[in-house]
């Protein structure tokens, strides 16, 4: 490979990494707000950029809404934008890459850069990530199902979103060791673990207190 195709292909994973993190960063319920109720979602409820707080702020609709298309954000950077790099680049792995690009989405989405690098929790975007990495990647279907079916289990017990969404990130990284993932899928479930740790600082200590809501 030439040094001259070498900077060809890097600037293609750079140009879709950050196509990806903007991407992410596109605050779905803070856009919904404005245009449904002509409110800052962040000034309501919990304040976060998110579908549950989007829910109990905006109504079942919107909140709906938001959900998916957060979902779709993780979807859209793994697959189409995955894709596309995959095409333009032969010295990087196809998972390596897709990990990349479903990262740096949930980044945008945590940290939006359209309002000041502060944004979701990143589940519903994380979700998006993991069904397009199941779509992609052989034997990654069952880990899904396993995080989802977590996922359910303790949110139909407590009826707290964010427990089942801490428990289900936890979950993930065992069953990534458990079923014997590559080493890059491994690390990067502890860092999508990290990272719904960090974005569930708050609710966590609420949760320690008896203090954290119900959804219904």
């Not at 702020?57 to 995955?82: C, E, H, S, W």
């Not at 998006?128 to 079916?149: E, H």
């Amino acid at each position: 490979m030439s040094a001259g195709d070498l900077v060809y292909y890097m600037a293609w994973i750079i140009i879709t990494i950050i196509a990806s993190y903007l991407l992410g960063s596109v605050p779905t319920a803070y856009i919904l707000g404005k245009l449904t109720r002509g409110i800052d979602i962040r000034k309501f409820g919990s304040g976060n950029v998110g579908a549950t707080n989007a829910l109990r702020i905006l109504g079942k609709g919107p909140g709906v809404t938001v959900l998916i298309l957060d979902i779709l954000k993780g979807y859209t950077a793994v697959i189409l934008l995955g894709d596309l790099a995959a095409a333009k680049s032969t010295f990087i792995s196809d998972e390596l890459l897709r990990v990349i690009l479903g990262i740096s989405c949930i980044c945008g989405h945590n940290w939006t850069i359209f309002l000041k690098f502060k944004g979701g929790k990143g589940i519903a975007t994380t979700f998006g990530v993991l069904i397009a990495l199941a779509v992609k990647i052989s034997g990654f279907k069952i880990i899904l199902g396993m995080t989802i079916l977590t996922w359910l289990v303790v949110f139909l017990i407590a009826r707290i979103v964010s427990l089942a969404s801490l428990s289900s990130g936890l979950a993930l990284v065992l069953y990534m060791v458990l079923f014997r993932q590559s080493r890059i899928l491994i690390v990067a479930s502890i860092i999508l673990s990290i990272f719904i740790i960090l974005r569930h600082k708050s609710n966590l200590k609420r949760i320690l207190q008896g203090k954290e809501p119900r959804l219904f």
